[in-house]
């Protein structure tokens, strides 16, 4: 394959509106929301506007026909800005409608897709418990079927789920144990639950060290009924399938990992070259020099890194190696370069007016998410041949 990273003409006018969205639009508001750890409905239904949450997916489901490239390049400009908004919108897509799309009936695809694409609506993946993360086959959540009823009864909850408890937010879909192979092992199923299903209740959003302005919830079913119709995809899948949502996940992460890094880089070139410190601009220092140099570096190779791992998903070439490069190494830089801006920015930086003290308390997450690190480590063992 030939890798060319460059952006099409298409892409680059795609990446050049959502960066003046983000500069115009969000930049001057979002400080104010995550100040009061709100969600930014005006934004998100801006984005919506714009078609983002509709970007990999096809017009006949209300989408704009893009692919996943286009989704990392908007995820990544949004992200130099602000990240609560681009995380609202990368679990939006790849964790709320992206699950649909892969798997569900063509019915559930109707029903559900039009209005996840155009924003008026959002999704949620409730896959972690809080009993299982990283090993996420500890599901203990569990769907029994009632025949007479012809419905799933749920019991269980589910931790740190995004965007679900919103007052958009129309579904999550979760994975449940519905029952057990002859060895033992579950059989691990994803069923979308309806928001406001008597018996399924979202707790209030945590206080989280960074993504202020995104919603993140703990969730609990006692006796949740839904129909059997859904299941999502076929019964004993679910393991399969959240894998593969994980897979592409962490592209969209590695895109929102580069933009945060980007976005240091930005906020830093500009300070450096306005702050006076022993008669000079500090940007005059080779001391800072360097280290700028340094973090536009590493935000260039994160970039080249999502964009190949992408390139391949879209290809329809095996990506499972190159989204764990990627999602490991732009979250490696994101946190390195949020430490080195706020360095950068002195005194200042340790201000919340400032957006690298957003960045700050925000890239953290970005090594835990959708896959640790050490789970990035695992997974790129494993296709090296590594023994398990
Ligand atoms: C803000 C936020 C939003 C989230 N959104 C969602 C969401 O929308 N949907 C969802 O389903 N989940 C979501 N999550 C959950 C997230 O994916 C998990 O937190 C993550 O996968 C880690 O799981 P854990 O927290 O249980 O950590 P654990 O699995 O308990 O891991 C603890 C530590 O042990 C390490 N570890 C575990 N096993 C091994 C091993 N075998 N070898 C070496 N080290 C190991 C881990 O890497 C980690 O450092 C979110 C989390 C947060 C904080």
Redesign the pocket.
Known sequence: MSLDHRLTAEHEELRRTVEEFAHDVIAPKIGDFYERHEFPYEIVREMGRMGLFGLPFPEEYGGMGGDYLALGIALEELARVDSSVA?TLE?GVS?GAMPVYHFGTEEQKQHWLPKLCSGEALG?????EPD?????GGTRTTAVRDEATGEWVINGS???????GTDITELVTVTAVTGHKENGAPLISSIIVPSGTPGFTVAAP?S?VG?NA?D?RELSFSDVRVPLANLLGEEGRGYAQFLRILDEGRIAIAALSTGLAQGCVDESVKYAKERQAFGRPIGANQAIQFKIADMEMRAHMARIGWRDAASRLVAGEPFKKEAAIAKLYSSTVAVDNAREATQIHGGYGFMNEYPVARMWRDSK?LE????????QR?LIARELGLPA
């Open positions: 995380i679990a964790l949620a993946f409730g896959l972690t299982a993360g990283s090993d996420a589910k931790c740190f789920i995004t965007n679900s945590y989280k993504w995104s993140t997450i835990i998410g959708e896959g640790t690190s050490e789970v695992m």
